[in-house]
């Protein structure tokens, strides 16, 4: 069995703690039950996150087995439904420093990183710049021939100097940006490596699409590709790329979960979304990242069943719908 890296580490525990509160969320939804049993048993990575949440649970003075999330009775847990969710969110506040300890590691294993709501601008000796956006981080080689990046975690903005005997390439989660004077953004999501063009063009490449994607996009396009190998792509304004280095999140149309992991490197702690049918709504605005939960809270002003609940100050909990 190959080993699980730092980052598969923490992505399966920051996905464990969502799991915990949800589960105590609706502890009645056999379909949530099923939907979780297939995450757990879907990757070595996620069952070792789920054993960690739950130890430390349990280690908190709070039983509750890795094997069976849910062992209060019915009429218990409705009448002590958020007794137990703040003692989730408890347990989860416990897993918070180990959960980011390995992507500390990580970053401090970069030729370039950010912490927490930090911006950084690097530049190269060539005269390109690069933007990176919180909790992000990248490796640098420029050689006489060539000019390589790999995005190892977060995203960045790319303004590149043009210089035709050393192509710039950025390579992230099986996806290749190739440029020669330009200014784009990528960013590694959890299930999805982006790209987007705000002036320029840059010739994408992905080996991990079948049959193998190879686009060249213009200013404004953008091409997604998933962890499972399926490319989308659309046209967005090209002044909106890389929005998120002057502080906006600019959001068309996009699902609430995809808001909320957009927020997530903003926020110190740990933001939920309690329910599936709450992250598949809608919402289209511009939103603040440097006041990321009340970003969350106009996001939930866009529905009016949708709560969101600031049970500590490391821990919010987008619920309803």
Not at 109 to 124: I, K, M, P
Not at 255 to 265: G, H, M, S, T, W
Request: charged share 20%.
């Amino acid at each position: 069995m190959a080993a699980i890296t730092e980052l598969e580490r923490e992505r399966a525990s920051g996905e464990a703690a969502e799991w915990l509160i949800r589960l105590h969320e609706e502890p009645d939804d056999a379909g949530l039950r099923a939907l979780f049993e297939g995450w757990r048993r879907a990757d070595p990575a996620h069952a070792l996150a789920w054993s960690e949440v739950t130890e430390t649970f349990d280690l908190i003075g709070q039983a509750l087995p890795a094997e069976d999330p849910l062992p209060m009775p019915a009429s218990a847990r409705q009448s002590r439904g958020r007794w137990w969710l703040a003692a989730a969110a408890t347990a989860i506040a416990a897993c918070v420093a180990l959960v980011f300890l390995p992507g500390l590691m990580l970053r401090l294993g970069a030729d370039y990183a950010t912490s927490t709501g930090e911006w950084r601008e690097v530049r190269l000796t060539d005269g390109s710049v690069i933007d990176l956006a919180p909790r992000s981080a990248i490796d640098v080689v420029l050689a006489a021939d060539r000019r390589d990046i790999r995005l190892l975690a977060g995203q960045a903005f790319f303004e590149v100097t043009p210089d035709a005997a050393r192509p710039f390439q950025v390579k992230g989660q099986g996806v290749t940006a190739t440029v020669l004077g330009t200014g784009f953004a990528m960013r590694l999501g959890r299930n999805t490596a982006d790209v987007a063009v705000r002036h320029g063009l840059v010739q994408v490449d992905s080996v991990s699409t079948t049959p193998r994607t190879s686009r060249r996009l213009e200013a404004g396009a953008w091409l997604s590709v998933s962890r499972s190998g399926q490319a989308a792509s659309g046209h967005n304004p090209p002044d909106e790329v890389g929005a998120w280095r002057q502080g906006q999140l600019v959001a068309h149309n996009q699902p609430i979960a995809d808001i909320v992991e957009e927020l997530r490197p903003y926020f110190s702690g740990l933001i939920v979304i309690a329910s599936d049918s709450v992250g598949r709504r809608r919402v289209t605005g511009v939103y603040n990242l440097r006041e990321p939960v009340e970003a969350l809270r106009a996001v939930g002003r866009a529905h009016a069943d949708i709560t969101v609940t600031r049970l500590l100050p490391w821990l919010v909990v987008v619920s309803g719908g």
